[in-house]
C-alpha cells in the first residue's frame, strides 16, 4: 500500500497562491492515477485535480480550471498542486489519493477508485 504525505496547507489570503506537495513512497509511476480531494467542514469529499501517471493526462474540476495546475516530479516521487487566485470556497483539507489495482478516467473523481489515502493538509483561504 502506497504511503502518501501531503504538505504545504496553510492560512491564504483571498487571491494568494500556494502549492500543495504529495510524496508518494515508492514512486508515482507504480500507480495509474494520482489525484487530489479535498473536504470542507460539513461538505462531501470532491475530486479537484487527476494527473494519470501513464499518459501524462490531467484533469480538473471545473470551478478550478485555470487555477490550479497538477503536476509531478518524477525525481523526487512527488505530485504537486498549484492553487492561485485562491478563494474562500476552496477552503477545505486537501488530501492525495492513488490508484494502484484499476482506474477509469472518466470517474477520476470517485474516491472508491483510489486505494491508498494521504492524512490530509488544511488550507484556509480567508483575510
Known amino acids: 500500500q502506497a504511503q502518501l504525505v501531503e504538505s504545504g496547507g496553510d492560512l491564504v489570503q483571498p487571491g494568494g497562491s500556494r502549492r500543495l506537495s504529495c510524496a508518494v513512497a515508492?514512486?508515482?509511476?507504480?500507480?495509474?492515477?494520482i489525484t487530489w480531494f479535498r473536504q470542507a467542514p460539513g461538505q462531501e469529499r470532491e475530486g479537484v485535480s487527476c494527473?494519470?501517471?501513464?499518459?501524462?493526462?490531467?484533469y480538473y474540476k471545473d470551478s478550478v480550471k485555470g487555477r490550479f495546475t497538477i503536476s509531478r516530479d518524477n525525481a523526487k516521487n512527488t505530485v504537486y498542486l498549484q492553487m492561485n487566485s485562491l478563494k474562500p470556497e476552496d477552503t477545505a483539507v486537501y488530501y492525495c489519493?492513488?490508484?494502484?489495482?484499476?482506474?477509469?478516467?472518466?470517474?477520476?473523481?470517485?474516491?472508491?477508485?483510489?486505494?491508498?489515502w494521504g492524512h490530509g493538509t488544511p488550507v484556509i483561504v480567508s483575510s
Open positions: 489519493a492513488a490508484a494502484k489495482y484499476q482506474w477509469f478516467k472518466s470517474n477520476w473523481y470517485a474516491g472508491y477508485q483510489y486505494d491508498s
Open positions: 515508492g514512486g508515482t509511476w507504480n500507480y495509474y492515477a
Open positions: 494527473l494519470s501517471t501513464t499518459d501524462g493526462m490531467t
